[in-house]
């Protein structure tokens, strides 16, 4: 069991999370920031924490996280804009006596990161090009590949106070994982690979429901009101909540999800729930659980 692992991207929920876990596993956890002043919500500097500066995308800066941590297992993150796909950063952390990564990637790149079909659409072809560069280094790794994120409905909680959200594909079917969940596994991990650690790993929370039934939950829970209907892609685009390439890359992953069958795969999705025990031992989160568990961003 490691004694001391490295948290890129603490700041984010499933770094966060990571943190925690691998914390509450007896790790000394280091806590890699680009800012180390910077605030963290359930991170106090006890003597199992640590904060080092350091900077993932700038691969210089990672030996020396790497040395006076005396890290082996490291916790990353997928650099969107990353020229050569984080391979650099990846040697970097390799040479300077790291053994073990835990990347965090994207349900959205199914099999072989190098399939054809891993390169047809921006998002995951990015998360796939990642795999790949980690791949090449020859280190030991696990990708874990969590679907998708119920902090993704965050975007709309203006709205939802308001009581009206309108949204694209209003039936589209999501699985609403919790981030707590996905940092838990990527914490267990880090602090107790397993000798058959597979490269791979797809996260899925326990139902899939559509977006409006999703509303419906929230509506149910903070006990107020949520009227829904759908909004035309060019609007979405318009609404300009996201850089229009990116935008128009999310119309795309709302048309794939109208398919249950397409989106969520019965063999695949069963196997990606059950992660979530076999690697954390703890049962995944419900969408109701966790709006319950954050009523506090609706209020």
Excluded at 106 to 123: H, L, P, R, T, W
Excluded at 180 to 185: F, H
Aim: aromatic share 8%.
């Amino acid at each position: 069991m490691p004694s001391n692992v490295l948290i890129f991207g603490p700041t984010g929920n499933v770094g966060r999370a990571a943190a925690i876990e691998a914390h509450a596993k007896g790790a000394k956890v280091w806590l890699a920031m680009r800012d180390t002043s910077k605030s963290i919500e359930g991170l106090n500097e006890d003597s199992n924490y640590a904060r080092i500066q350091a900077d993932l995308s700038k691969p210089s800066s990672l030996e020396s996280a790497v040395k006076q941590s005396g890290a082996k297992s490291v916790f990353v993150y997928t650099i969107p804009d990353s020229g050569d796909s984080m391979k650099e950063s990846f040697n970097a952390l390799k040479s300077s006596g790291v053994t073990y990564i835990v990347l965090l990637s994207s349900f959205g790149v199914q099999g072989e990161a190098s399939d054809e079909a891993n390169q047809e659409k921006m998002i995951p072809a990015l998360h796939a090009r990642t795999e790949m560069a980690l791949q090449e280094t020859g280190i030991a790794y696990t990708a874990i590949r969590p679907a998708f994120y119920s902090t993704n409905i965050l975007a709309e909680v203006a709205d939802i106070k308001k009581g009206h959200v309108k949204v694209p594909a209003l039936d589209a079917v999501f699985d609403f994982i919790s981030p707590q969940d996905i940092g838990n596994v990527c914490g267990s991990l880090l602090v107790n690979q397993p000798t058959e650690t597979p490269k791979i790993i797809p996260l899925c929370g326990p139902q899939i429901i559509t977006q409006r039934n999703a509303y419906g939950i929230i509506s149910r829970v903070i006990g107020h009101s949520v009227e829904v209907s759908d909004m035309d892609d060019e609007t979405f685009v318009k609404k300009g909540s996201w850089p229009e390439p990116i935008a128009r890359a999310l119309l795309s992953v709302y048309a794939s999800q109208m398919d249950q069958q397409v989106a969520y795969p019965d063999h695949v999705y069963k196997d990606a729930v059950a992660n979530i025990k076999r690697y954390s031992g703890k049962e995944p989160t419900t969408f109701e659980d966790w709006v319950r568990a954050n009523r506090s961003a609706f209020d």
